[in-house]
């Protein structure tokens, strides 16, 4: 199959926000994942200093916040946020409910031959 089709309200939430779907999308390469945050909502903050993952938050509908560090960086629709994998990340939204498409790209490790010893390593998002 050529394609696969998940719609992010069948996948259980995690964090009462998290839709993560890449893996029952069957993902290899990339992480995405809906967050549809309620009035108030928080989520842990977290870095991908580990794993390498670079992570794009595009805020879809509403107005947040997003702490990376120690700088708030206020969303509103449209805006979409590159954030490196050493910064520590945590989404504050506020008094009206958001909608972010949440993207991860992981840490490509290479030997520099390009062959099969090359591997992606998907993780995934922290809620």
Known sequence: MTYRKVNYAD???????MHFL?????????GVTISR??????????????????EIYVLMRGTATVRIDDEYVSVEDGDAIWIAPEATRQIQNG????AFVLVSAPEFHSNG??????AWSLTGFHG
């Not at 890449?22 to 990339?30: F, I, K, N, R």
């Not at 008094?95 to 958001?98: L, M, P, V």
């Open 11 to 17: 996948v259980e939430p995690v964090s009462d926000a």
């Open 22 to 30: 890449s893996e029952p999308l069957g993902c290899q390469q990339v």
């Open 37 to 54: 945050c309620r009035p108030g909502w928080r989520s842990k903050p977290h870095d991908h200093a580990d794993d390498g993952h670079e």
């Open 95 to 98: 008094d009206t409910e958001s």
């Open 113 to 118: 031959n390009g062959d099969a010893d090359d």
